[in-house]
């Protein structure tokens, strides 16, 4: 059995106990036993020497972490759940810095960490060496990170599978954001129409952009995005010293409010009409992208511009996509598909459950 202990069971959290709880009634649990047994947010905790009650789970809030749950401490949550027997993994749903952080100490307990919190792998070098040092033993424990990157999209594992079979990565690129994807999709295609700040007012009123937009315009989710890709493939980035084209306009970045932001966002529709304009007019079309260079060491995050046959160019709604170039696959290597979301987020982190069941043993 590989217990299950989740931390922040927000969206995320809440899709990945439901795909748990279908999991454990479906025939693949004998060879895959997997359940939660701690669940802790920022107010109250529980932890049970055997799995939660699927009755239970599918009510979590009210009857795991109810009236007589014990007050929340991460610590003794930490220390509770490695005393358990048989292999535990901790799954860090937050995007907490300081949770990120404790990362280390919980390795040094022996606990397994999955996560789509990107701050450990994209923050201080120094915590990122650390987590590898931790996890280079086969005997464990072990650290996956695959919703890092892509939500549930075999990012991560295909760069490792890459670089653990010897090739050499020449370039990775791709469109990263989902927010961005959306926007310059719909902005910048042949006979579109739409102002910029249209784009944007109502890929924020589907719910596709932060609550304030510039958290995805200013470029930082990308980058920290590229800085793991880098480091996954062997390059000490860094995301302090990245170049991130921040495509908020310079008078817009330091406006107080969402609101006031996107009032005005529309005083800048013709600048960005012209470059539209000119990438049309030379046969391309504008998109927002990532790239780790393997070569020149010219990683970047920026808005840059693709031919009209370029499979950047006809991307779709919300989808990203994350063209390998190595030098087996000159002819890039794509994955697609969406990189965003509760149900894709929780199934990368449920697929990385899956290894560390097979590798350190379900029983």
């Keep these: 059995m590989l217990n299950v202990a989740i931390v922040g069971p927000g969206l995320v959290g809440s899709a990945l106990i439901e795909q748990l709880v279908a999991h454990s009634r479906s025939p693949c649990f004998a060879a895959l036993p997997i359940a939660v047994v701690g669940i802790i947010n920022s107010k109250k905790m529980a932890v049970s020497s055997t799995p939660f009650a699927v009755g239970d789970l599918n009510e979590w809030k009210s009857k795991v972490l109810g009236g007589s749950a014990a007050a929340a401490d991460l610590a003794q949550f930490a220390d509770t759940v490695a005393a358990l027997k048989g292999p535990t993994a901790v799954v860090d749903c937050t995007s907490s810095d300081t949770i990120a952080e404790l990362y280390p100490l919980w390795l040094s307990k022996g606990l397994h960490v999955v996560t789509p919190n990107k701050k450990a792998f994209s923050g201080d070098i120094s915590l990122f060496r650390k987590i590898q040092e931790l996890t ?28 653990r079979t010897g090739d050499k990565i020449v370039k990775v690129e791709g469109i990263f954001s989902g927010t961005l994807s959306y926007l310059f999709n719909n902005f910048s295609i042949p006979g579109a129409t739409q102002k910029f700040s249209d784009c944007v007012s109502v890929a924020k009123a589907s719910g596709y952009t932060e609550p304030d937009p510039r958290d995805d315009l200013n470029g930082m989710d990308v980058a920290r995005k590229v800085t793991i890709l880098g480091r996954v493939a062997g390059h000490e980035l860094s995301i302090d010293t990245l170049p991130v084209e921040n495509i908020v306009p310079e008078q817009l970045r330091s406006v107080t409010t969402a609101e006031e932001f996107m009032s005005r966002l529309p005083e800048f529709d013709e600048h960005f009409k012209q470059l539209n304009e000119e990438a049309l007019a030379s046969g391309s079309v504008l998109r927002y992208v990532g790239m780790v260079d393997g070569v020149n060491n010219q990683s970047s995050v920026k808005l840059a511009r693709y031919p009209l046959d370029h499979p950047f160019a006809s991307l779709k709604g919300s989808d990203n996509i994350i063209a390998f170039t190595t030098e087996r696959f000159p002819n890039p290597l794509i994955v697609q598909g969406a990189g965003a979301g509760a149900a894709v987020t929780a199934f990368g982190i449920f697929a990385d459950l899956i290894k560390v069941c097979e590798r350190f043993g379900a029983n």
Aim: glycine share 10%; charged share 5%.
């Design 136 to 163: 280079t033993s086969p005997q464990g424990p072990s650290v996956y990170h695959e919703a890092t990157v892509g939500a549930g999209l075999p990012v991560l594992s295909t760069l490792n599978d890459l670089v």
